[in-house]
């Protein structure tokens, strides 16, 4: 029987004198004249336990299992601690190894891993300090997204995982079948014969849950869908996932302006709830991963975002006199260490880039009056560039039509997206946060595989 106990951040606050039962890992053990310390952590804050055993009580033979890695139960008394970095501390009558943890082939010791050896243990890796903190901000953060927009009175809505509907056109999709790859059924003409398909069509998983959040935001005005989301692009850099996290609100009687405003509204809310309630948490990424990580969220939750057009972004680069590895000129796609030097050196704080070209962008984006450029915006924040994406939508079918003919989409796909244009269409806009780029704005973490607990990316696909 499992005895009652209590979260190790509940005992940490409480004062000396209960008989307590506290479980959790081992993170290290210390032995000296009299006395064994070990040190437990369950994941509920940054700080360990302190576990005080008294040689007397406890033989060497009673502990040969409390090492490093093991689960223990401890039943106990918490006394005041000499320490000054912890209140109290827990002086054990019994302890009880729930789990062993061999010492010989345990890999997760004491001394610092790098993250790289860490993800080849991405199954005990959530054991560490690091990441400890780094999924509980994760949990904070996606608790914050939610509230956001339940306080402000949005409809969370659950778009499908799978779908015909190639929302971005850049057909970076991973394909949905179960027609046997080795024999597949053929068509007369000798293509493969997705009507026999499972869902009687080519289907892929998603790549963003927007085009049927603009359905339900034109029956609910306004809406979010919160998710994971694919993308097959063969991009082997720290800052894509094959799968990724994605919110994407999406406002009925919006344009660029109110879907900016609520973009900046958001990330300040976002990043002001994740120093409430993890402290000590990013304390210890400003300590130990990026000495500059409290300062920049502070800044960005209290300052204004600078706002700039493509077009005058371009002219910047232009004038940088810097040399670039991606030539700028306008009409290209902005890298990212374009979107770094804005962030980082021109304007030292978050930028929300408005009116890129519309070849270089989504076909539902709404056209602008010069036939040039369309209705979007990108919020770059230094460090990692790009971190939302949105814009106003294309509202007028025609418009839309041809926006479809342009970038080569066939119509016939988009049937339905154009009835919400032909039945009561109203101006509409919204925008996709990347959760993890978030993470790694707000931890200092600089590969977006150290942000998800298991990461998917070319060539791998582990645990
Ligand atoms: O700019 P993106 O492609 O925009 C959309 O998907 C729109 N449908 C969103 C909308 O308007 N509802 O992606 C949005 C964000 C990016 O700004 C980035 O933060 C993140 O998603 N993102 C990725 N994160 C990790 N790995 C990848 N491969 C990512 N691709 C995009
Ligand atoms: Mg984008």
Known sequence: MLKPGEFIRDLLGSDAGRTVVARG??????????????????GSCFRDLQVVLPSE???????????????????GELVASP??????????????????????????????????????????????NTFGAVFRVRNALSFAIHRFFQERGFLYVNTPIITASDCEGAGAMFGVSTLDPEKPPRTSQGAIDFAQDFFGKRAFLTVSGQLEGEAFALAFSNVYTFGPTFRAEN????????????????????????????AEDFLKFIIQAVLDQC???IEFFNQRIDNTVLATLEHVATSAFEHVTYTEAVRLL??????????????????SEHERYLTEEKFKRP??????????????????????????????????GEIIGGSQREERI????????????????????????????????????????????????????????????PGSAEF
């Open 25 to 42: 890992w081992v993170k290290t053990r210390r032995d000296s004249k009299g006395v064994h310390f070990v040190q437990i952590g369950d």
């Open 57 to 75: 009580t406890f033989d060497e033979a009673a502990l040969t299992e409390v090492t490093t890695g093991a689960c223990l139960e401890v039943e």
């Open 83 to 128: 320490h000054a970095a912890q209140r109290v501390e827990l002086r054990a009558h019994a302890v009880r190894v729930l789990g062993a943890a061999d010492p010989t082939s345990y890999p997760l010791q004491k001394k610092g891993h790098s993250f790289e050896f860490l993800r080849e243990i991405g199954h005990l890796r959530p054991r560490s």
């Open 235 to 262: 991009s082997n850099t720290p800052r894509h996932l094959a799968e990724f996290w994605m919110v994407e609100p999406e406002m009925a009687f919006c344009d660029l302006e109110g879907d900016m405003r609520l």
């Open 279 to 281: 402290w000590d948490d």
């Open 318 to 335: 232009e004038q940088s006199g810097k040399t670039w590895e991606f030539p700028v000129h306008w009409g290209v796609d902005l890298q």
């Open 351 to 384: 930028v929300i880039v408005t009116d890129y070209p519309k070849e270089i962008k989504a076909f539902y984006m709404r056209a602008n009056d010069d036939g040039k450029t369309v209705r979007a915006m990108d919020v770059l924040a230094p460090r990692i």
């Open 398 to 457: 025609d418009l839309l039509r041809a926006q479809l003919r342009a970038h080569n989409l066939p119509e016939a796909a988009y049937d339905w997206y154009l009835d919400l244009r032909k039945y009561g269409s109203a101006p509409h806009a919204g925008f996709g946060l990347g959760l993890e780029r978030m993470l790694m704005y707000i931890t200092g973490m600089k590969n977006i595989r150290d942000v998800i607990p298991f990461a998917r990316t």
